[in-house]
């Protein structure tokens, strides 16, 4: 028999439409076999959405439902709950309204949970209904990543003893850890699945005088995470157990190290590259998480224009010469290379790399790790790949004059070589390499092109907020205002929303600027013209610089003018 509650929920969702008189009645009918509640059977079903259900039961149960992103939390009001009872229970202080502590939990109909929260606050409690996924994320932002894990440890101290089923949940992972170790172990773990889930490249641990500061690197750009403030008594520990996972000496603190840490995430293999460098005030650690089976993008999917997407078909299937990728470290130089090998990897084509790390795995590529503490080096592999008799070669990157000489020689016997390089723009590629002592007409009869590239985050589709641009700003930026101005141009939302974890942002994509060495730029690099004039050459020849590109992308809505400013 139906509850007063569950009657009215039903009058609701029917008189609503959100479900019909036959879904009631399997619905009701399942309550019935399995007792389960009746709004559980519901969602099981999926006859309703979670934030559809959410906002029914907040009508019939006079239960207010909040987004908590636009909620203010008080800091003060969040420190009458421990973080290890709010996590474990999923419920968030909010406030405090004249003695009342308002309290966000996802299970209204949990009595004895309320009353519990009385008894722990000694206060009266006024409840709201919120989505467990964002409790969660709350309790993260405002308890800080691993604060009940933190708060755990602490109480394991001072009580003296082990919390015995923790050591037995962990035994697989770390059988001789007890007590301490087993929660900085949870910790150390919360850390990189939490930066996973983030899709964070990298996790950077840095100590200070007082406090342990965390950032996670997303789409290209850092962001702190919220950490508890007890993190800093335990950061020796922390860095103990990393170290421990990525085989590294935990007794040398003066020295820089680095290591690998190989583990699964949901399913995924992914390799962890470690870097530890002393400062002032302990170790500085970062993790750069590579995942093992990356998915290989297609030349189509980076971002290139149309107009260079056929060029650059052109010029990787040349018999002979070098193509060079710049940017700076992160900018997706390695991706474009292997987006480029991909397309012309064939069975009649002899291809070997030398990489440091070997990013991608490619079937039917021969692929090289480099290992100078071995004495191999990229210009050692790039020695022994000639002998290989390959067609295509890529080294990972040209960073000494040595490895750029073997390049140029072997471009110039017959093979074509893909590489990267350092450097601002494509033009720069040209003076690096002559900077390197390579002289200008070897420089000239070898290169083919540059492709300089950057990446830029794309707007959250769902959040992104249109404007109009004024033209007193298009004309700074060096836009033609006419054009600019009469565009549908978008920036990102100020507060985000969930599908883009509230950033604004989800995603990247890349912005070129393609060099080809014409006839008459190869005349002005032999005559070492100075690279201001190679550009204005190579720009009335249609040469369309990183900034262009990335203006282009913020009329077709793709990106913002903010993203193309911060990284041109």
């Not at 973080?83 to 909010?94: G, V």
């Not at 994320?137 to 001072?158: K, R």
Request: aromatic share 4%; charged share 30%; glycine share 6%.
């Amino acid at each position: 028999m139906a509850t007063v509650w569950e009657e009215k929920l039903k009058n609701v969702l029917l008189a609503d439409k959100i479900i019909d008189q036959e879904q009631w009645l399997h619905a009701n009918a399942l309550k019935q076999e399995t007792a389960e509640r009746l709004d559980q059977v519901l969602l099981r079903l999926e006859y309703i959405k979670r934030e559809q259900l959410f906002q029914t039961l907040s009508r019939v149960l006079n239960i207010p439902y909040v987004k908590l992103a636009r909620e203010k939390i008080d800091a003060e009001a969040v420190k009458r709950i421990p973080a290890n009872y709010a996590f474990q229970h999923k419920i968030l202080p909010m406030r405090e309204d004249e003695g009342v502590l308002v309290i966000a939990l996802q299970d209204p109909f949990n009595l004895h949970l309320q009353d519990e929260i009385r008894l722990l606050t000694n206060s009266n409690i006024r409840i709201m209904m919120a989505d467990e996924n964002e409790i969660l994320e709350a309790i993260h932002e405002y308890y800080g990543i691993g604060a009940a894990t933190m708060q755990e440890i602490i109480e394991t101290q001072a009580q003296g003893q082990v919390n015995e089923q923790k050591v037995k949940e962990l035994k697989d992972f770390e059988k001789e850890a007890t007590g301490e170790e087993v929660s900085i172990i949870k910790f150390v773990n919360q850390i990189i699945t939490d930066a996973y889930k983030n899709r964070a490249t990298d996790i950077h641990i840095e100590p200070f005088e007082q406090d342990l500061r965390i950032r996670y690197r997303i789409d290209g750009v850092l962001h702190e995470i919220p950490a508890p403030d007890s993190i800093k008594r335990f950061e020796a520990t922390i860095v103990s157990r990393i170290k421990i996972m990525a085989e590294l000496n935990i007794a040398e603190k003066r020295l820089p190290q680095d290591g690998r840490i190989r583990l699964s995430l949901e399913g995924e293999e992914i390799d962890i590259r470690v870097s530890t460098i002393p400062t002032i005030w302990g170790e500085s650690i970062d993790l750069r998480m590579l995942p093992r089976h990356r998915v290989l993008l297609g030349l189509e999917q980076l971002g290139v224009e149309d107009a260079d997407l056929k060029m650059i078909e052109k010029l990787i299937r040349l018999p002979h010469g070098i193509i060079l990728v710049t940017g700076p470290t992160g900018s997706g130089k390695t991706t474009t290379l292997y987006a480029g090998l991909s397309r012309i990897n064939a069975t009649d084509k002899m291809i070997v790399t030398v990489e440091d790390p070997v990013e991608y795995q490619l079937k039917g590529i021969n692929q090289i790790q480099v290992k100078p503490k071995i004495g191999l080096t990229f210009a050692e592999g790039l020695r022994s790949i000639l002998r290989q008799d390959p067609n295509i070669i890529m080294v990972g990157e040209i960073r000494d004059p040595e490895t750029a000489e073997i390049a140029i020689r072997a471009s110039l016997t017959g093979h074509l070589v893909f590489s990267t390089l350092h450097t601002n723009d494509a033009c720069g590629a040209i003076t690096r390499l002559v900077d390197m002592g390579i002289p200008p007409y070897l420089v000239s009869s070898s290169v083919e092109a540059a492709l300089a590239q950057r990446l830029v985050r794309k707007l959250c589709l769902k959040c992104r907020v249109q404007y109009a641009m004024d033209e007193e700003m298009a004309k700074e930026l060096g836009l033609d205002p006419a054009d600019i101005c009469s565009r549908e141009i978008y920036k990102a939302s100020a507060t985000g929303c969930q599908e883009c974890n509230y950033m604004g942002y989800k995603g990247r994509t890349g912005i070129y600027e393609l060099l080809l060495i014409d006839d008459e730029i190869r005349r002005l690099i032999v005559e070492k013209e100075p690279i201001s004039v190679i550009k204005k050459r190579a720009m009335n020849s249609g040469m369309r610089t990183l900034a262009m590109d990335g203006f282009n992308k913020v009329s077709q809505g793709i990106t913002s003018i903010e993203e193309v400013l911060r990284v041109t």
